[in-house]
């Protein structure tokens, strides 16, 4: 079991960027694919961007693909990253972080996460 923690979220105005970290303190985290989802007001959460457990395999949504970029760093404390640029008022959403055994080296593996984290708010102001 693995407990996803996030930080970074705040308020931006369009066109600039944030940057979301998401750490655990289980050394096994380690093993596990990332990903970030985010649930805006009224709407479904939904899928943002995923990386497996060694990094070599990354995944976005269509509407972030080319703003938003996902990384992790696993060196002795495992945290992912999610780079926002150019952002845009769609895009305020609770952002969460979500872990899963499966390890992230297809699509597929996103579809259910096994841990999630509490989320952290991102503001776009237009």
């Known amino acids: 079991q693995v407990t996803p923690i996030e930080s970074g979220g705040g308020l931006a105005q369009a066109g600039g960027s944030l940057r979301l970290s998401c750490a655990a303190p289980?050394?096994?985290?380690?093993?596990?694919?990332v990903a970030w989802f985010r649930q805006a007001p009224g709407l479904e959460r939904e899928f943002v961007a995923g990386i497996s457990w060694s990094g070599g395999n990354t995944f976005y949504a269509d509407s972030v693909k080319g703003r938003f970029t996902i990384s992790r760093e696993n060196s002795k404390n495992t945290v992912v990253y999610l780079q926002m640029n150019s952002l845009k008022p769609e895009d305020t959403a609770v952002y969460y972080c979500?872990?899963?055994?499966?390890?992230?080296?297809?699509?597929?593996?996103?579809?259910?996460?096994?841990?999630w984290g509490k989320g952290t708010l991102v503001t776009v102001s237009s």
């Open positions: 289980e050394r096994i985290f380690v093993t596990y694919g």
């Open positions: 979500a872990a899963d055994r499966k390890g992230g080296s297809r699509r597929s593996n996103f579809n259910e996460m096994e841990y």
